[in-house]
């Protein structure tokens, strides 16, 4: 049996979790259950008057609020169901004679992680460092599903030719950029810093004197009842934001270049797509990110921040194996 066109439609299943995630953050519904994996000791959420009895009894001290429990029930029945899908994966990797063997079997291993991560992410109370990692390894799960539906086609990835291959080691610096610039776009959001400066190219006021590195990107943040809307103090959450423009700026140089480089010296149309594309993605990310400041953060254009991150990604995982590939 063929695993590719499997392999697609989890990847795009991937996709659509990691938004499903972002978009119950920034709703506020992180913590819309407050148990896991049930909803007040539910498979769903209560809504009878005898269930909503039973989950006041239990949890006296929350509220059931239906709409925002159904945001994180719904995450995490779609999460549960690409674990699912992972493990077919894996099944189907393992008995395939000239399907790869490790890949698959770390994938799911990582997906595993996740939903401990999930469910850290609920006992812990938005604890950053947990819904920080949380995110990062969603955005690792599809580059690695990404690399195994290129390992698994039949035809190598036309590229990588004499001239582009120069250009790998630029490549493989510029994913790692993107990959930091993604790990402080989500400390700066599972800290509540998105909105920590409202005015452009950097922030408003005197940010220079207000900087607070130590504080800011300390992962450990004291013993709270909840760290739902951040703990951090302006002057912390300033210094994340301001991290996370000056780290765009970097990022978007590199990519920049590696783009153009790709373009001028590669004999490889499929190289030269891919330069076109990761320009393309490039600027509808930092639009996206400069519209999140004008317009205060509105939801439909966060949530495509975070799928413009993935894109970028996912196209730096692209560009990367063709360099790197052997002939």
């Known amino acids: 049996m063929d695993i590719k066109p499997l392999l697609k439609v989890t990847l795009v299943f991937t996709l659509c979790v990691i938004l499903m995630g972002a978009y119950t953050r920034l709703s506020d519904a992180g913590l819309g259950c407050p148990d896991w994996p049930g909803c007040y000791g539910m498979l769903k959420v209560p ?8 989950a006041k009894d239990a949890f006296p001290e929350h509220t059931v609020e ?31 004679a000239d399907a790869p063997k490790k890949l698959p079997m770390f994938i799911a291993a990582l997906i595993v992680f996740q939903a401990a991560l999930g469910m850290w992410t ?86 220079t004197n207000n900087l607070n590195l130590v504080q800011a990107f300390n992962p450990f943040q004291g013993d709270h009842e909840t760290y739902e809307f951040g703990v951090l103090d302006y002057p912390s959450r300033m210094t994340i934001h301001v991290t996370h423009r000056l780290g765009a700026i970097v990022t978007a140089v590199m990519l920049i270049w590696l783009a153009y480089k790709l373009f001028t ?4 149309s499929c190289l030269k797509r891919s330069a076109v594309v990761l320009s393309l993605l490039l600027v509808l990310q930092i639009s996206l990110g400069i519209s999140n400041v004008v317009l205060h953060l509105p939801l439909g254009i966060a949530v495509s921040h975070n799928a413009g991150a993935a894109m970028l990604l996912l196209t730096m995982v692209f560009i990367n194996y063709a360099l790197w590939r052997k002939a």
Not at 72 to 88: D, F, N, P, Q
Not at 124 to 141: D, E, R, T, W
Not at 185 to 204: D, F, R
Not at 265 to 268: G, K, V
């Open 47 to 54: 809504s009878a008057s005898h269930e909503l009895t039973a």
């Open 66 to 96: 239906a709409e925002k429990a159904w945001l994180e029930m719904i995450h995490r029945y779609i999460a549960g169901t690409l674990g699912l899908m992972v493990l077919v994966i894996l099944i189907m990797c393992l008995r395939k």
């Open 122 to 207: 609920v006992t812990m109370k938005l604890m950053p460092i947990v819904v920080m990692s949380h995110l990062i390894g969603g955005f690792a799960l599809i580059s690695l599903l990404l690399l195994l539906y290129l390992r698994t086609k039949p035809l190598r990835i036309p590229g990588g030719d004499s001239y582009a291959r120069q250009l790998a080691p630029l490549a493989l610096a510029c994913l790692g950029i993107l990959v930091l610039q993604i790990i402080l776009g989500g400390w700066t959001s599972s800290n509540y810093a998105a909105l920590a400066c409202t005015s452009l190219p950097i922030c408003e006021g005197d940010w």
């Open 265 to 268: 010296q590669s004999q490889s």
